[in-house]
């Protein structure tokens, strides 16, 4: 096994902080070795004292096959599997070994046999997400293909329409979808190349990769027609009213900063449960406020006992029990917002009594997704 150099420093500093003590002359540790097509070994990877010499197996080492009463041996294991040995040399006078120091190198051979553990998972897991990486490299090349093929019969098709403006302008939709889907590819590409996490991003990825074009100047509204556009595609396919905004404020006509384009992945995502989980003849839509950004449905109201409860993770409100889904949705999607100084909650009395925007709106369910208007823009 090819340990790497923390593992080899941390190993040989536990060496080091045992050494000298109670007639204690050496420290050795072997990890257990086996190459396909050959026997079982174990290779010594550090010891105390350091010596610079040639670092040999146990059997490649002759001064081992004899015995004595001034060296024991004690197995590093992980339950039944034997991760390796310490080996442990004293001055001690016929072989009498202190309990205490017996005591102490079990000690230290449990956690060398954890340290060992952990260096193995490492590995192993360096490998998964390698072979990982070369997979979504193939999928990601492999999608680049079929993509442009779309958008070259599509181009095809509008020239045979010739004046069917009507199904020009869905074919025209599909064109700009293909390109979204472009764009998540490359995405997907740069997530896939070495990135250095931020300490306050947690465990969860986005809900979708963001848009990584940080040169394009973009606004609110260059972030929400995709997916308006989107939600009254599905609106008509599913015969449900449909409600989108006339008349946009003036901040959301202004360029954004680069981190706030997560807000098209927040709002795409509440218009997706609003669509999986509202009555099939609820309305669904989405409002302009002066601080935010509304999107609602007509259909059964969420009970006021779920209003925080579906925002945990892995919960599942009632609307929800027998339709997929993974419960992590809106657990995200406030995540996010809080991430870029806001937040997102369900409309409630409370929140209507304050405002009288909110308080105008007659809609069942309203989820408020509260910006930090005056740090938007450039």
């Not at 540790?29 to 010891?47: C, D, N, P, R, V």
């Not at 490299?137 to 958008?151: E, F, G, S, T």
């Amino acid at each position: 096994m090819k340990i790497s150099q923390k593992f080899e420093d941390l190993t040989l500093k536990q060496l080091e902080s045992f050494g000298c003590l109670m007639g204690v002359t050496q420290l050795v540790l072997y990890i257990a070795s086996a190459k396909e097509g050959s026997k079982a070994t174990f290779e010594m990877i550090a010891q105390w004292p350091k010596v610079d010499k040639l670092l040999v197996s146990i059997d490649d080492d002759p001064t081992l096959k004899v015995s004595s009463p001034n060296r024991r041996w004690y197995p590093l294991q992980e339950k039944e599997i034997l991760l390796g040995v310490l080996r442990v040399e004293t001055d001690l006078n016929n072989g009498n070994w202190p309990l205490i120091l017996d005591s102490r190198l079990k000690a230290l051979s449990i956690s060398l046999a954890k340290c060992v553990s952990i260096e193995i998972e490492r590995q192993n897991n360096n490998k998964e997400i390698n072979v990982l990486k070369n997979q979504v490299d193939i999928v990601i090349h492999q999608l680049r293909n079929p993509l442009a093929a779309i958008r070259t019969y599509a181009k095809l098709l509008v020239k045979r329409l010739g004046s069917d403006l009507g199904s020009i302008e869905i074919v025209e939709s599909m064109m700009v979808e293909q390109n979204q889907i472009n764009q998540y590819v490359d995405s997907f590409e740069q997530l896939n190349k070495p990135i250095k996490l931020l300490l306050d991003i947690g465990e969860e990825r986005l809900l979708l990769p963001p848009n990584l074009d940080n040169g394009k100047k973009i606004s609110i509204q260059d972030l929400l027609l995709p997916i308006l556009e989107r939600g009254n595609a599905n609106a008509k396919l599913e015969n449900r009213a449909w409600i989108q905004p006339e008349i946009w404020p003036e901040w959301t006509l202004l360029a954004v900063k680069p981190r706030f384009m997560v807000i098209s992945e927040i709002v795409a995502n509440l218009l997706e449960n609003a669509f999986k989980y509202a009555n099939k003849d609820a309305e669904i839509g989405i409002f302009i406020t002066k601080r935010g950004l509304c999107i609602f449905d007509d259909g059964k109201k969420i009970t006021k006992n779920e209003n925080e409860k579906i925002f945990q993770k892995g919960f599942r409100g009632a609307a929800s029990k027998k339709k997929e889904g993974t419960g992590v949705g809106l657990f995200l999607a406030r995540k996010l917002a809080k991430q870029i100084g806001g937040d997102l909650n369900i409309v409630d009395n409370s929140m209507k009594d304050n405002n009288e925007e909110l308080n105008a709106l007659k809609k069942k369910n309203i989820f408020y997704l509260e910006l930090p208007i005056k740090e938007l823009h450039l």
